[in-house]
């Protein structure tokens, strides 16, 4: 009997052995595809960044020219020897400033047309940048200053090399005529490139070279503040209630939970319909204000908070509830007091997530016309204003060239918010963790 | 303990928030369409640098979305002027005055072309003209077209698929159109200007107009959805990046993108007029469209800064031939026209249609 048993199992390792070479290839193959879908998504990302950022440098610095402005009474057509209110200040004339001087280097340009072109080399918005230099320091009435101001989009591309220089003069933005003025100006030392600093302090503009994205982060501050201190807190409750004290096994609390899930799966710009009907045209809020963009995203975040926080409380092992209740502490104190802060990283790090999403959503806030136009820098949560993605959306969508660039360095500044974020959540988790 | 804290502590800020009644309104709410709001949107920063007054807040939602929220009511909580690519409809206008906004003062800001371009290194589209937009575009052509029947009133779906079938004058290339979706303003103008512009040119197409014009707009302005023209959402950024990697694909897009990307791609002449400032200013070309703003008189004394936001846009400087509009691509309406709708825009001259 035995001596059977033993061919038997002789046979089995021959099969075995005979069969196990193909079960190694079979193994280093299924280590084979993971390697390279990890290899392939690193592929994918590293170009993307690399495109972004590519693109993005030149948003990063801008053009300045040199110009001997010449802050006479004349120019400014203000009346001689007073004293200046700030209003009388304000409403001087700034126009001419930048043009007459550049007149002034380029004595040569007579015609009216190329007199246009020619004043055109400084941003429109530099005007309002000598008016707030006068107004801030009154005593450079009278006086001739260098001062370096704006350069127009064109010629800032062409600074940076954007524009070829060899192309035929009818397919170049900047004519033949422009190219030597620029020469002039260079040779002159008059051009120079800075850190766009503007970029991280001013709001939108239609103008590249003035347009900012701190306008953008702003709104997108108030908005997920507002987001945070409704969705963290309710979701929270509603989580622990639901994993607590809901009666198990009951149809409705069922129906409920079915219904939380489904809601984490509904596409974000039905939560903006939703916002439009109920806290616009019900609630009457004004249109394109954080608090609106707030409540709506609050909705978004809501499901991803709650169904984190369920799963991060059912991971807290049942003997530490058993415990504190069998040293007799009360169901409430059994929560907040040993529940809560072990299930505490992995609630953070859900809710963290769920903003982040939060943060780079763009479609419920067409809705509630969140995307629009707003230059001024947004003061509070009722104030009109944009956040990040929308920002991109809206420079992506611009005629003028030097869009691009600001777009894509829009994009690394939301990325670098992402990835500050999902750094935090780390951190949160790794602080918090406890180990049993 | 923390956790009752947070939550009393929301319970106030979100019932504060919603309680709160709105404020009154101290800056400009503008909406409408988004081929003017480049320029409205250049118009409204300069005023508000210029006056130090709130910069108006532009949404860009499309001509009839504007006009939609625009016409809603005469509330302070509904936006102030709406941008059209198009002039109001009557039925747009009869809603207005329903809603109790019966004061609308209409001003022309200039013209807008339409581009139909394709990449510099590519073949040469000058020939092209409505007629053959049309044939190429269309999602039924006149049988007659194809040469093969004469049956004038037969109509088959479109079956070209080259452009030199449809005319010998143009290059022998697949017919591939990127254009906007029918959401866009473009689409519009390219659908009744360019499309039906060209149907037209057939007698018996024309004179449906008059017997049954709802079958007569379903057949010259429905476009073709076999391919041939694809719908690229409304960033014409993204068309010409397309253009530029496709050498004989032709774009649609508005005339100041074309302006901002000269050295990439060249935009065709129709029916033998090129585009340019001077054609479409005049009229020469025939696929540009007028560009409007309409403002709620009733709020011109209840928002601060309305009269001198108007009166910024229909300053010489800004919407004149040598205005700061013109270098962002706009094309300026006649002296005559200009002049009698910015005194309609001080004036608040009531619209009548």
């Known amino acids: 009997m035995w001596l059977e048993d033993i061919e038997s199992n002789m046979n089995n390792t021959k099969i075995v052995q005979a069969s196990l ?4 290839a079979k193994e280093r193959r299924f280590k084979a595809y993971g390697i390279f879908s990890i290899s392939l998504s690193l592929l994918f990302l590293s170009f993307l960044l690399f495109d972004i ?4 440098m030149p948003a990063f610095t801008q053009t300045y020219l040199k110009l001997d402005i010449d802050f006479s009474y004349k120019n400014l057509k203000l009346k001689e020897g007073s004293r200046y209110s700030e209003k009388e200040l304000f409403s001087a004339s700034y126009r001419q400033l930048t043009s007459k001087s550049l007149y002034e280097i380029f004595p040569e340009v007579t015609n009216r047309k190329d007199k246009k072109v020619l004043r055109n080399f400084v941003s429109s918005g530099a005007q309002y940048n000598l008016r707030d230099l006068v107004i801030e320091n009154p005593s450079l009435i009278g006086t001739k200053k260098s001062i370096w101001v704006l350069a127009d989009d064109d010629i800032d591309s062409f600074a940076k090399g954007l524009i070829d220089r060899n192309l035929p003069e009818s397919e170049r933005r900047i004519k033949d005529n422009q190219l030597v003025w620029i020469d002039t100006l260079e040779a002159d030392n008059r051009i120079e490139k800075r850190l766009n600093i503007g970029f991280l302090t001013q709001g939108d503009s239609r103008e590249p070279e003035q347009a900012g994205i701190w306008g953008a982060i702003k709104g997108s501050f ?3 503040l507002i987001t945070l201190i409704l969705s963290f807190p309710i979701g929270v409750a509603a989580a622990v209630y639901l994993e607590e004290f809901a009666p198990k096994n009951n149809w409705f609390v069922d129906l409920i939970e079915v219904n939380i899930n489904n809601l984490a799966a509904v596409p974000s710009v039905v939560f903006g319909i939703l916002g439009l009907a109920v806290y616009i045209n019900l609630f009457g809020l004004p249109r394109s204000a954080p608090l609106v963009g707030g409540l709506v995203l609050f909705l978004m975040t809501l499901p991803t908070i709650i169904i984190a926080t369920r799963a991060a409380i059912k991971s807290v092992p049942p003997s530490i509830r058993e415990a504190a209740l069998g040293v007799g502490a009360s169901k409430m104190q059994m929560i907040s007091h040993h529940v809560l802060p072990l299930a505490m990283p992995g609630i953070l790090t859900g809710s963290i997530i769920g903003m982040a999403q939060a943060l780079g959503e763009s479609a419920p806030l067409l809705m509630i016309g969140m995307v629009a136009f707003v230059a001024d820098i947004p003061q509070g949560f009722m104030d009109p204003s944009t956040v990040l993605p929308v920002q991109i959306f809206i420079w992506s969508d611009s005629p003028e060239r030097a869009f691009i660039a600001l777009t894509s360095a829009a994009i690394v500044v939301l990325l670098i918010f992402l990835f500050l974020m999902n750094l935090l959540a780390i951190i949160l988790r790794k602080k918090f963790e406890t180990r049993w | 303990m923390l956790t009752k804290k947070i939550l009393t502590t929301s319970a106030v800020v979100a019932a504060s928030f919603l309680t709160a009644p709105v404020q009154a309104r101290d800056y400009i709410e503008i909406v409408g369409s988004s081929t003017v709001f480049p320029f409205a949107t250049v118009v409204a920063e300069t005023f508000g640098k210029k006056t130090g007054m709130p910069t108006p807040k532009i949404e860009s939602t499309g ?3 504007g006009m939609k929220l625009f016409c809603k009511g005469d509330g302070i909580d509904t ?4 941008n059209s690519s198009r002039r109001i409809k009557m039925s747009e206008f009869e809603q207005c005055h329903k809603n109790g906004v019966t004061d609308i003062t209409e001003v022309l800001v200039g013209f807008d072309g339409i581009a139909i371009a394709n990449s510099r290194i590519g073949a040469n ?10 044939l190429a575009l269309a999602a039924k052509v006149p049988a007659s077209a194809t040469g093969k029947t004469w049956n004038k009133e037969e109509m088959i779906d479109n079956p070209f698929t080259n452009w030199n ?5 143009l290059p022998n290339v697949a017919i591939k159109v990127l254009g906007p979706p029918p959401t ?6 390219l659908q009744e200007l360019a499309v039906e512009g060209g149907c037209k040119k057939f007698p018996h197409m024309k004179a449906m107009k008059k017997t049954n014009s709802n079958e007569y707009k379903k057949l010259c302005r429905t476009i073709r959805e076999d391919g041939k023209y694809v719908e690229m959402g409304e960033n014409d950024n993204l068309i010409i990046s397309k253009l530029v990697n496709d050498k004989n694909t032709l774009g649609i897009f508005g005339f100041s993108f074309l302006d901002q990307n000269a050295e990439k791609v060249k935009g065709a002449d129709i029916d033998g007029s090129p585009i340019n400032f001077e054609n479409i200013a005049s009229g020469d070309y025939p696929v540009s469209r007028p560009l409007y703003f309409y403002v709620k008189n009733s709020h011109r004394g209840k928002i601060r800064g309305m009269d001198e936001f108007i009166n910024e846009f229909v300053d010489e400087d800004t919407f004149g031939e040598e205005g700061y509009l013109v270098d962002k691509g706009l094309i300026p309406s006649p002296e005559a026209r200009r002049a009698q709708f910015t005194a309609d825009g001080k004036n608040a001259t009531n619209l009548k249609l």
Not at chain 2, 165 to 169: K, L, Q, T, V
Not at chain 2, 184 to 189: L, V
Request: net charge positive.
């Open chain 1, 53 to 56: 950022t590519h693109k993005a």
């Open chain 2, 165 to 169: 079938e449809i005319d010998s004058n």
């Open chain 2, 184 to 189: 866009s303003g473009t689409r519009d103008a």
């Open chain 2, 79 to 82: 936006p102030d002027i709406t």
């Open chain 1, 222 to 224: 108030f908005t997920m």
């Open chain 1, 21 to 24: 070479k193909k079960r190694y």
């Open chain 2, 125 to 134: 589209f000058n020939a092209l003209t409505r007629k053959s937009l049309y």
């Open chain 2, 63 to 65: 001509s009839g979305g």
